[in-house]
Structures are given as structure tokens and as C-alpha cells.
């Protein structure tokens, strides 16, 4: 039906096996466009539209929004990336 969607996507990347190439993304997406987006490469949110480059400018200069999505590649992805290499690449 007609309406307005947002939603919000975060993944983890990875190809080694230590992890030390891990990536967290954290996408903001309204009506299918991400609109801004947070890479831990980066360091830092990304505005693509101009609620976005607002958002982003807002959002980078709070240092426990960023520090909270950095916190993100330990808390969740290495954790989960852990739990899942044991169950699945140790098996015969």
C-alpha cells in the first residue's frame, strides 16, 4: 500500500579468519534509499541525501553515538563471528 518506510540494516563484514578485516555497517534506509550511514572504516556517519548530511554533521559530533556504533564491530560482530566460525569451520 502507499505509505513511507524506514528501516534500519546493519551488517558485518569479514574474510579472514581472524577477523581482523571485520567491517560493521549500520545503514538508516527511507523508502529504499539509504539515506545515511554509519562504516567503521570510516569512523563516522555519511549523509547521501540532505536529511542525511544534516544527521551525519549532528550525529559525528556527539562522541557517544560514535563510540557507541564503534563499539558495535566487538560487541556484535567479532562476538557473533566467533561463535559461528566454532560451530561451523572446526567441523569435519
Known amino acids: 500500500a502507499n505509505g513511507y ?3 534500519r540494516w546493519a ?3 569479514h574474510s579472514s579468519r581472524d577477523f581482523s578485516d571485520m567491517v560493521f555497517i549500520d545503514n538508516y534506509i527511507f523508502n529504499k534509499d539509504v539515506f545515511i550511514q554509519y562504516n567503521s572504516t570510516v ?3 555519511v549523509g547521501y541525501t540532505e536529511l542525511g548530511v544534516h544527521n551525519a554533521e549532528l ?3 556527539d562522541p557517544n553515538k560514535l563510540q557507541s556504533e564503534s563499539a558495535e ?3 556484535v ?3 557473533n563471528a566467533e561463535i559461528r566460525q566454532t560451530a561451523i569451520a572446526d567441523k569435519s
Do not use: A, D, T
Request: glycine share 6%.
Open 59 to 61: 550525529w559525528n559530533k
Open 73 to 75: 564491530v566487538e560487541r
Open 5 to 7: 518506510y524506514f528501516s
Open 43 to 45: 569512523g563516522q556517519f
Open 11 to 13: 551488517k558485518c563484514i
Open 77 to 79: 560482530c567479532k562476538h
